[in-house]
């Protein structure tokens, strides 16, 4: 069983829609990060939230930190085909600045 | 600021023979560095933790004889595949430790024949 539970596994929807990936864990996090990765790509960071309750956006994507911390989403308004690729959730401990846990992965594909 | 370069990109290699990966931090100091392997359309599974001027940490059923990691500045972490076989085919990805996040690299496809 992975820490952090991240969900759906797959998604695949229409350029316009709008969507909700999210990351779920019985444990709290010091901070959690959310990083999109391209096939054969590195992950790139997309945001950071630090504080219980925290929404932090990014042009049509919104992040948003459980009030416990331990859980966080991401929304997507109105899709674009370049948001294709693989979303991943980490979540670092609280007793070890440099332990982080992934999630599972989100896939995602916008269809033009 | 907090580029990761990887390097090389791509290597094919022959059976039985070794390959280093280089991880640079370009704009930053990085004491700790991480190397992932991962597999097609999985998530990254963490193979070591890498600390500058320190033996590196490896998660349970990883082969510290076969992944060999050093760390030898604050800028610079390898990870050398020994003896590589067929099946440590794969994508390799590091990340270098920032404030509160990992920074990671575009990663290296290795292709063992």
């Known amino acids: 069983t992975q820490l952090l539970e991240q969900s759906p596994q797959f998604l695949s929807i229409q350029e316009g829609e709008n969507l909700t990936v999210y990351c779920n864990s019985s444990?709290?996090?010091?901070?959690l990060q959310w990083y999109r990765q391209e096939p054969g790509e590195g992950p790139v960071l997309l945001v950071t939230?630090?504080?219980?309750?925290e929404v932090k956006k990014l042009k049509r994507l919104t992040f948003q930190f459980g009030d416990a911390r331990k859980d966080s989403s991401l929304h997507i308004t109105a899709a674009q085909p370049g948001d294709t690729g693989l979303y991943l959730c980490?979540?670092?401990?609280?007793?070890?600045?440099?332990?982080?846990?992934f999630g599972s992965g989100t896939k995602l594909n916008v269809k033009p | 600021g907090a580029v990761v370069s990887q390097h090389p990109s791509r290597v094919i290699c022959k059976s039985g023979t070794s390959v280093k990966i280089e991880c640079r931090s370009l704009?930053?100091?990085?004491?700790?560095m991480f190397w992932y392997r991962q597999f097609p359309k999985q998530s990254l599974m963490l193979m070591a933790t890498?600390?500058?001027?320190?033996?590196?940490?490896?998660e349970q059923g990883v082969e510290k004889d076969k992944f060999l990691i050093n760390h030898a500045s604050l800028t610079l972490s390898t990870l050398t595949v020994t003896s590589a076989h067929p099946e440590d085919s794969s994508f390799y990805i590091c990340?270098?430790?920032?404030?509160?996040?990992?920074?990671f690299g575009p990663g290296t496809r290795l292709t063992v024949t």
């Open positions: 990340s270098a430790m920032g404030a509160y996040e990992q920074y």
């Open positions: 444990s709290v996090f010091s901070s």
């Open positions: 939230v630090v504080t219980g309750g």
């Open positions: 980490a979540g670092v401990s609280l007793y070890n600045f440099n332990k982080f846990y």
């Open positions: 704009d930053f100091q990085a004491t700790t």
């Open positions: 890498s600390n500058e001027g320190s033996k590196a940490t490896y």
